[in-house]
């Protein structure tokens, strides 16, 4: 199959940061991003930063066109736009915010439109409002259900209607149409001080597996990518300082933070009929942080 090299941050060096010299070194892998969504039209959401811009990169790098949905900062997002396009597909920069309906419909027509239809929908913006329980605000709670949850459920149901609208093009792929739900290990792993994220996650868990069910006999797929710890802006506390980033390891068996670009690939292949059989699964992309690191020196 024709591949293209992936950009990968760092890739083939060592990741920084890393001070415990029992363990190898990390490498980075150097990977190659496979030509398998030539001629598929990609929407994703919150994609002018961290993870959601890696995605749409790597979407483009294999052949798709991309919609890159913004809330805010256009020219992040123009610029995101521009440099997918240097891999030789159409990108376009939208607006939206994804937990406002009239906005949602809004983005669709907008994409289709300009693309005709969408064959991947890729769920990515997120955001936290973190706090103990006792001072949680109403607004910190609905915020990060709005966007999380029901912001996944707008788009999803979108895309929906479209996929079902036009059916399968065998000539672009086996399945009518695919969506990628950006869940995290926190839909399984609860969470103090973050009842709401968590709660929207572990509601993703079960919003996707449910519409996966439900859309499944049109040939429509749906999964989730489950994060553990990706360096992106959302969680820059976590892995900003050494001390911070030792902290964070004693989360992580593999013993390095998860790049952007480790969630890109695995959405490349959960776009593409490489994963035709994958459906209503929840993928961990965490380096083991799901594997209960505390009993790793007994219990
Ligand atoms: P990020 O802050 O860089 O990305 C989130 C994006 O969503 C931003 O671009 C933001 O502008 C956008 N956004 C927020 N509200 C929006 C709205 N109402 N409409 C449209 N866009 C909106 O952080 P990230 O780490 O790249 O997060 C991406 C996704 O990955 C989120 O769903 C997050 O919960 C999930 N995730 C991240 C990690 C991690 O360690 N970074 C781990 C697990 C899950």
């Not at 597909?89 to 693309?115: P, T, W």
């Not at 989360?251 to 490349?268: C, F, M, N, Q």
């Amino acid at each position: 199959m024709e591949a293209s090299n992936l950009r990968n941050q760092g890739a083939g060096t060592v990741q920084t940061l890393v001070s415990n010299a029992k363990y190898p070194q990390v490498v980075m892998p150097e990977c190659q991003v496979p030509k398998s969504l030539k001629g598929q039209r990609a929407l994703v959401t919150g994609a002018s930063s961290g993870i959601g811009k890696a995605v749409a990169t790597a979407l483009g790098q294999a052949g798709a066109d991309v919609v890159v949905n913004y809330i805010g900062g256009e020219a992040a997002a123009e610029e995101v736009a521009a440099a997918i396009s240097e891999a030789g597909v159409r990108a376009l920069a939208i607006q939206a915010d994804v937990s406002q309906e009239s906005q949602v419909k809004a983005m669709f027509a907008g994409m289709l439109k300009e693309f005709g239809t969408i064959d991947i929908l890729v769920n990515n913006a997120g955001l936290q409002k973190d706090a103990p329980l006792e001072d949680m605000t109403l607004a910190q709670w609905n915020t990060v259900i709005g966007v999380n949850l029901t912001g996944q459920f707008l788009c999803a149901r979108e895309a929906v209607r479209e996929f079902k609208r036009r059916g399968v093009v065998k000539e672009i792929s086996v399945s009518a149409g695919k969506i990628i739900c950006m869940s995290s290990v926190h839909e399984t792993i609860p969470w103090t001080g973050h009842v709401n994220y968590a709660a929207s996650k572990g509601g993703v868990m079960l919003m996707m597996k449910s519409i996966a069910q439900e859309v499944a006999p049109y040939r429509i797929r749906v999964n989730s990518i489950c994060p553990g710890a990706i360096r992106t802006p959302i969680n820059t506390n976590a892995w900003s300082t050494p001390e911070a980033y030792e902290v964070l390891m004693t989360l992580i068996p593999y013993k390095r933070i998860g790049e952007p670009d480790d969630i890109g690939r695995v959405a490349v292949f959960l776009a593409s009929d490489q994963s035709d059989y994958i459906n209503g699964a929840s993928i961990f992309v965490d380096g083991g942080m799901t594997l209960y690191p505390g009993f790793a020196t007994g219990g």
